[in-house]
């Protein structure tokens, strides 16, 4: 029961590049925003698309993965933990920020990405094999949790 009380899971296209940040003990940290997105029918029958912008930070060898795979317009999965926190900026007044904490992430990759990529760079994509462990303490895609 203790996994339902601050559990986030999301997924979505990245806004940008990961941000990294090495601290002076050798901790790196690495932020993102994600965008997700949800259609719905108005009362007229018009498609509308509500997209919402969440704030991830990833740590440790999250941070080093998020660094070396993740790149802005990746649609990616990610588990994690909200997090509020706040502080005061240059003008003296207090800000809120919810970021998530990211945990586990999944680099999602469609199907016909290897076509794309054919046709994009006049080369053949890549193979599964070839593509393995391509970041260290990596497999499929997913980067390892905390330690």
């Known amino acids: 029961m203790s996994m339902l009380k601050n559990n986030v899971r999301l997924t979505g296209f990245l806004g940008g590049d990961p941000e990294v940040r090495i601290f ?17 029918r108005n009362a007229d029958g018009d498609w509308i698309t509500d997209t919402q912008w969440h704030n991830l930070v990833f740590w440790g060898k999250n941070a080093v993965f998020a660094e070396k795979a ?18 005061v ?20 990759q469609k ?19 070839e593509t393995e462990g391509f970041a260290e303490g990596i497999e499929d895609g997913i980067a390892p949790e905390n330690e």
């Open 24 to 40: 002076s003990d050798n901790k790196n940290m690495a932020r993102v925003s994600l965008a997700t997105n949800d259609r719905y």
């Open 70 to 87: 993740l790149r802005k317009g990746a649609e990616i999965s990610i588990g994690g933990r909200l997090v509020n926190r706040s502080y």
């Open 89 to 108: 900026d240059k003008e003296g007044a207090t800000r809120y920020v919810t970021e998530v904490v990211v945990n586990e992430t999944l680099l999602i």
């Open 111 to 129: 199907r016909n990405s290897q076509q794309n990529h054919k046709e994009t760079t006049g080369s053949k994509a890549p193979s599964e094999s």
